[in-house]
């Protein structure tokens, strides 16, 4: 049912990757003809790949939390700007110090593609089961909508952020040239060298961040897709009234077949770590944004538009994660438990009844902790509600600073 729409994505994905680094650096590549992704184990392209996942890991990541403790404890060093895009990309490049140890293992992309292609398969498998019989309607319009919201995220992390990164790292807020200038204030020798500082830096940056953002993509890729097919799917087996639907055996066979995916991608997400811990990426990303829009808005005329829009896309990055990450887990959480509560009504035979007891909701946890209500009930629809609220406590918790601002503005205005 989505099968054909997540190849395309797994194919825009490895190009994406590859043309981050001008070929030269990338883990995967694809046989069109068999419609296959290959993952690389060897050779001159991984060694680059590998060599670059291990700069991010020993060299950046420490790099940039030594540089936000230090603007955390002297936060008058730098601007606001600079020091808040240096707060986001440290957190983003520690987040994908995981991906890259994962990805940088032949194991580690040999299993990526494994339970890609195996998902694919099963919803091949699926639609060969269900070619006599009909589906549940709200699958198709649930299928649809992931449809325009996977295309819609990928669009603006493939070409929208990318884009943004790029112009930040040719200004004055670049993390890079801030760390550079902390060193040697070189601007007092005037603005022609300033500026190809500012150039020379700002040429790896922004390669670096196509790499980055391009892997990162990449590993979310894999993720979302389980989250969709476990969804739409779930809609599709509900049976719709009490004469149509699928039989009780391919029913039931079904079911099962999720709940394996569920379990590998659940799985998956564990190895990479940073899916896992999302929530708490995801606040602190959003409360980060929201409280500095506030701020550059207490201040007036002296407000910064680009750090306005730069917390405006931290933002919109956050919700679109933490409605695939929580949103749609919820719904088939939902759903697959009214699957059950549906079959137990239309089936009442002893042995089925039996059979529908045994089961339970099929989900993708892509929670740090599972605990014994999460494996009965599935993940709920509070976390979700929990994410808002966070943000909003969060954000509200360190007014006392947004008065302090407003006090600071209004006498000089």
């Known amino acids: 049912m989505y099968h054909d ?47 670059l996942c291990n700069i991010f890991m020993f060299f950046l990541a420490p790099a940039f939390l030594s540089r936000s403790f230090i603007l955390f404890t002297s936060p008058e060093r730098e601007t606001s700007t ?42 091949k498998h699926f639609e060969a089961l269900c070619q006599d019989f009909d589906l549940n309607p709200t699958s198709l319009q649930a299928c649809k909508t992931c449809t325009k919201l996977m295309n819609s995220f990928f669009f603006g992390f493939d070409y929208i952020a990318p884009l943004m990164f790029t112009i930040i790292s040719f200004t004055h807020a670049s993390p890079v040239y801030a760390t550079l200038k902390s ?3 070189f601007e007092r020798f005037g603005t022609l060298y300033s500026s190809f500082v500012l150039i020379i830096s700002g040429i790896p940056t922004a390669i670096g961040g196509l790499f980055l953002m391009a892997t ?4 979310f890729l894999i993720s979302a897709y389980g989250v969709v097919c476990v969804y739409v799917w779930t809609f599709g087996i509900v049976p719709t009234t009490e004469t149509f639907g699928l039989p009780f055996t391919t029913a039931i066979h079904m079911h099962n077949c999720l709940r394996y995916v569920a379990i590998l991608h659940s799985e998956l997400a564990r190895d990479f770590v940073t899916i896992c811990l999302h929530h708490a990426a995801l606040v602190v990303l959003a409360t980060v944004g929201m409280y500095n829009i506030i701020i550059e808005l207490a201040k007036g005329n002296e407000m910064s538009v680009m750090l306005i829009c730069i917390c405006v896309g931290l933002i919109s990055v956050a919700v679109m994660l933490e409605i695939f990450s929580i949103y749609f887990i919820g719904i088939s959480s939902k759903e697959s438990k009214r699957f059950v509560r549906e079959m137990r009504r239309k089936y009442g ?21 599972s605990s014994v209500d999460t494996l009965k009930n599935g993940i709920q629809m509070e976390y979700f509600i929990n994410y808002f609220t966070r943000v909003t406590e969060n954000t509200f918790n360190i007014r006392p600073t947004l008065y302090v601002v407003a006090e600071e ?3 000089s205005a």
């Open 349 to 369: 035979d002893r042995y089925r009844q039996t059979v529908l007891k045994s089961l339970l909701p099929n989900c993708i946890n892509l929670e740090v902790v």
């Open 216 to 219: 990162m993509g990449t590993c």
């Open 183 to 185: 060193f040697r204030n």
């Open 82 to 123: 600079s020091t808040c895009v240096t707060f986001a990309v440290t957190l983003v490049v520690t987040g994908f110090v995981p991906l890259a140890w994962n990805l940088r293992q032949p194991s580690g992309t040999k299993k990526y593609v494994d339970v890609y292609e195996a998902t694919l398969r099963l919803e």
């Open 409 to 411: 503005v209004g006498p």
């Open 5 to 51: 729409e997540a190849f395309k994505h797994l194919h825009r994905a490895i190009r994406v990757i590859q043309r981050s680094c001008f070929w030269k650096a990338y883990c995967f590549d694809l046989d069109v003809k068999k419609k296959h992704a290959i993952s690389l184990e060897n050779g001159p392209k991984y060694r680059n790949f590998q060599t």
